[in-house]
């Protein structure tokens, strides 16, 4: 009896510690600019690429926004080799003169970058984006 219970004891300790729980597949998307200042609220675009002849539809396409630190975040199902296009523009209005003789100067300076990342199943996978100014 004693041996049973043993026995049952061991297999039911073997059950809770050989499942160990895989990391997630994550990626973590830094964009700075050139002087490796981070750029925040930069505007971040995913997309996939197929290598097959003839291509395969893309799983992955997205447009999302990075924080006020230049950082964006997220899990994926599986691992993928996608585009990373970064950009950010910042527009700046001037009024000119006095009433009633006034114009309106808007500028526009503009920063991006592209790069590519190849994620990795159950690792985090970091990616820091430079951008530049844009032609």
Known sequence: MKFKLFFLLVLVS????????????????????EE??????????????????????????????????????REFDQPSVLRINAFKIDRDTQVLGTLPDTSVVITADSLCGESYVS????????????VYECN
């Open 36 to 73: 490796g200042n981070r750029v925040q609220n930069a505007v971040i675009q995913f997309n996939c690429e197929s290598s097959y002849d003839p291509p395969r539809p893309c799983d992955v396409e997205m447009e999302v926004t990075a924080d006020g630190t230049g950082y964006y975040e």
């Open 119 to 130: 994620i990795q199943e159950f690792e985090t996978t970091k990616k820091t984006v430079v």
């Open 14 to 33: 073997a059950g809770f510690i050989g499942c160990k729980e895989d990391d997630p597949t994550k990626l973590q998307v830094y964009v700075v600019d």
